[in-house]
């Protein structure tokens, strides 16, 4: 900072840090008993300006001003001083006590932010040399802090006497520079406004900042994204609808008027957190969320307008879904939904760009799907099931999702799976608001099993039947436990069979109404999570599948808030986001709602319900040992870094190893006609792994490896008192 | 008889034993496989079984004591078998008929137990012994 003031073209020499700086600031505001001494003190200066090694003129010439008194105190003055000093060669026709007079009065006002390195003449000079000199003009400063350093100096002259700095002169140094600061409006708008702004961390804003560049995404960017999504979204639709065409015309029709009806009542967007009313809130809110998401801009009537379109387009998801079943084909999937979309589009005449945006993410979900790792070899039965979600309602896109999961949990160990399939499900529920998540989830359903095509066309069938009626009913009914549990059991089983239970859940749920809706998007919900929870552990055993769905999550990411984004590269951690809007919309006909309000509040009201349904009724996972400990355990004894597929297979093996290892442990205990593992069998199973031998007894190894807790279970413990722990 | 080839039965003369039992086996095999075996291959899968029969012949006393028996049965050995899945086939497989025959047998001896007495008791249980053992080797 000083630097600068050094800079000064007066003073070519450059101000050492501290000496000069210091020097000269005592001199300025000397008061004028200073000037007496100064004089004198001029030669002593000058060895201080030696002490201080800086032989810049600026040095010199503040030699002259500043006190020699102060020469303890202008070793550790500023270099504003020099400052002072530099200006005074050019106005110096007066002696340095006139100078320093000069200054001292003119001197701007002292910042409070000053460094208190300054003594209390110094301070004063320096106070407002500092600031004056933190700003980059210091030039500038300099005129202008001639004025205040006069008066400065010739405060400091007053106390030149006095050599040593006190805290008492240096406070009523500064207490007469602050009024003296204060009634110098130019000094505040100047440099020293400027100085004290910079010092303080210009805490005041600079021009530049109020830039309006801190803005979030420009509007035009999310109009953008709606169009390309709605026209992917109809593409896909047009290309199921090419597929099956019977299929769709039927659903199409049967499903056209409950969602046209239901398109009203969304736009009316009912805050229901209710199947019916969930899921077409859920799907608003969906959608909603992802227009915001996608655009923040957007207004609610927007997002009502995209709402509806997503639900539109959910719905012409499950038609075409719901026609694919025969082929279950990630791409027939996706046609379907470009071509559910379009027929929605059609129907709904949502001419807006959310019906497009909403077909195009459609058509970006059923894309995505095909893009899936085939690491789920679910495929027909997986794109079957969103399929006829879509066409069916939301309860249908939910169970489809189920039992996708269910359909994944079958074809992987991973538990991640079962999670993946729930979120698929709930994926497909929201479909519709996601037609990228809808991809995904096709993808994902696509990769599973071929055996459960044939199972989920039959089971689709009769889901789609069911979900229609559903739907019909839906709407109308609160509370289903049917459908929910029909898709928890669906999530739970594997396969077809959960299909078919899932079909037959929803035609109970029928009979039950609407709230199979529901908790199929609780379910949904529950099962996103806790797949996310799964798919985050699983992650990195699925490298491909994240790989597939990154272009998935790249367009849904677009939609789906940031965080989300963050949290997880795979898709289907935004699908609960997705599912939540999408619920709601499938489910149409329930009367419609503010979607605003319903998607802040469904998402928070679906989280916790239907994991708490879910997690009871999805087919009990086997539970995994933390990923995290596997890793920690590994890389400790690896000592090296370990890559993630390397972490995988780890995961695998050990996974293995445990679960051989626990046949052996029931077999062992059935061989001795017991029900109950005991302590002889582990022994047995150690020695048989040739931990325990004959020279190495289980009861060596055990306090070996075991802390004193369960050490003390196992082997008893005398303490005094003739107590055995664990008392026999 | 049986007991005089016992104390021939030092571990230099089983372990000979072995061999010669593996190396007529390797034969077959290469013979099939149109294959050869080095010697020391042979050698190597002689000492292999051996040790093998060890562990065996450990882990199937671990395993009756476990049972709180002091006989080793079929059971251990499916116990000790149950790791490979087409060994563990083949065993009970050949369990069960010694299961059955043993019926039949048994049921033959009620039958004719008036009849022939022990001699047939005794052979029976020779047969169903040879059996069992082939089933462990």
């Known amino acids: 900072m000083h630097c600068a003031a050094r800079a000064a073209p007066e003073l070519p020499a450059p101000a050492c840090a501290a000496a000069p700086p210091p020097l000269q600031a005592p001199p300025p505001p000397c008061p004028a008993s200073r000037r007496a001494p100064r004089a004198k003190s001029l030669e002593g200066l000058r060895p201080l300006t030696a002490m201080a090694a800086s032989g810049t003129r600026l040095v010199r010439a503040a030699r002259e001003n500043v006190p020699k008194s102060g020469n303890k105190k202008n070793s550790g003055r500023s270099a504003f001083l020099k400052q002072k000093a530099a200006v005074f060669p050019e106005h110096d026709n007066d002696t340095p006590r006139v100078m320093l007079r000069r200054i001292i009065l003119t001197q701007p006002q002292v910042s409070p ?55 008492s002169e240096f406070e009523r140094a500064v207490d007469k520079r602050l009024p003296q600061n204060q009634d110098r409006s130019m000094l505040d708008s100047t440099a020293l406004a400027r100085s004290l702004r910079m010092s303080l961390g210009s805490l005041i804003p600079p021009d530049t900042v109020e830039k309006r560049g801190l803005r979030r995404r420009p509007k035009i960017r999310k109009a953008i994204d709606m169009k390309a999504f709605e026209g992917g979204v ?59 998401q996608l655009s923040d801009s957007k207004t609610s009537a927007q997002r009502s307008k995209i709402s509806d379109a997503a639900q539109e387009e959910a719905r012409l998801v499950g038609l075409v879904s719901s026609v694919d079943t025969n082929e279950g084909r990630t791409q027939t999937h996706s046609e379907e939904l470009i071509l559910n979309h379009e027929h929605f589009g059609g129907m709904t005449h949502v001419s807006c760009k959310t019906p497009v945006k909403q077909q195009e993410a459609a058509n970006r979900w059923s894309s995505s799907l095909p893009p899936r790792s085939p690491s789920k070899s679910l495929e027909s039965p997986v794109t079957l099931k969103p399929k006829r979600s879509f066409s069916m309602s939301l309860r249908e896109v939910v169970s489809r999702i189920i039992e996708d999961l269910d359909v994944s949990d079958t074809e992987e160990e991973m538990a991640n799976t079962a999670n993946k399939v729930e979120q698929i499900f709930r994926e497909a529920a929201e479909h519709r608001a996601n037609a990228g998540y809808s991809g995904h989830l096709e993808k994902q359903l696509t990769e599973k099993a071929e055996l459960q095509i044939t199972m989920a066309q039959d089971g689709k069938v009769k889901t789609e039947t069911a979900a229609l009626e559903e739907e019909g009913i839906a709407e109308g009914d609160v509370e289903h436990q049917g459908s929910p549990e029909a898709e928890q059991e669906i999530a739970k089983d594997v396969g077809a069979a ?44 699925e490298p491909t599948e994240d790989g597939a769905e990154d272009p998935e999550s790249a367009e849904v990411s677009m939609r789906t808030p940031t965080f989300v984004r963050a949290a997880a590269y795979k898709p289907l951690l935004s699908t609960p986001h997705h599912v939540k809007p999408a619920a709601p919309k499938l489910s149409a006909p329930r009367p419609a709602k503010p979607v605003a309000p319903k998607s802040s509040l469904q998402p928070l009201q679906a989280k916790p319900v239907p994991k708490s349904s879910g997690t009871s009724r999805r087919k009990p996972r086997e539970p ?25 297979v780890v995961e695998k093996c050990s996974e ?3 679960k051989q290892l626990s046949n052996d442990l029931e077999a062992y205990t059935r061989h001795a006609g017991r029900r109950t593992v005991e302590m002889a069998d582990l022994e047995l199973l150690m020695r048989r792994q040739g931990l325990v031998t004959d020279k190495m007894p289980i009861n060596v190894l055990i306090e070996d490896y075991f802390p004193m807790e369960y050490r003390k279970l196992l082997i008893p413990v005398a303490v005094c008192g003739n107590k055995v722990i664990p008392s026999k | 008889a049986a007991a005089e080839p016992r104390p021939r039965l030092s571990p230099q003369r089983l372990r000979a034993a072995v061999h010669y039992a593996v190396c007529g086996l390797c034969q077959e095999v290469a013979e099939d496989k149109a294959v050869q075996f080095s ?6 899968i002689a000492e292999l079984t051996f040790r093998q029969c060890e562990t065996f012949a450990r882990d199937l006393e671990m395993f009756a004591r476990h049972a709180k028996r002091s006989t080793i049965t079929t059971e251990d050995v499916k116990l000790l078998a149950r790791r490979s899945n087409s060994l563990l086939k083949y065993i009970t497989q050949k369990s069960e008929e010694l299961a059955s025959s043993n019926m039949e047998q048994k049921e033959k001896k009620k039958k004719s137990s008036a009849s022939k007495g022990g001699r047939m008791h005794r052979e029976e249980e020779a047969a169903v012994t040879e059996s069992e053992d082939s089933n462990m080797a």
Request: charged share 30%.
């Open chain 1, 498 to 541: 959960s299909l078919v239970r899932h079909s037959d859940a929803i035609s109970s749920s029928e009979k039950n109404g609407v709230k199979p809706l529901e908790e199929a998007v609780e379910q949904a919900d529950e099962l996103e999570d806790q797949a996310i929870a799964l798919e985050l552990d699983g992650l990195e055993e």
């Open chain 2, 39 to 44: 010697k020391q291959s042979l050698a190597a």
């Open chain 1, 234 to 292: 109809e593409q896909n639709m047009l290309k199921r609808k090419a597929q099956s065409c019977l299929v769709d015309s039927q659903t199409a029709s049967e499903i056209q008027a409950p969602s046209l009806t239901s398109d009203a009542e969304i736009v009316l967007s009912n805050t229901e957190l209710f199947i019916h009313p969930q899921f077409d809130e859920q799907n608003q809110n969906k959608l909603s969320a992802l227009e915001p």
């Open chain 1, 624 to 648: 995994e040992i933390a990923s995290r400990l596997i890793k920690g355990i590994f890389r400790h004894y690896a000592k090296m870094p370990v890559a993630r597929d390397a972490f995988k």
């Open chain 1, 113 to 167: 932010v000053a460094p208190q390195l300054y003594k209390d003449e110094e301070t004063e000079a320096a106070q407002s040399e500092l600031p004056s000199k933190r700003v980059s003009s210091v030039l500038d400063m300099q005129l202008p802090d001639l004025v205040p350093e006069d008066t400065s100096v010739a405060t400091f002259r007053m106390t030149k006497k006095r050599k040593k700095l006190s805290i």
């Open chain 1, 656 to 658: 293995r190893y445990f």
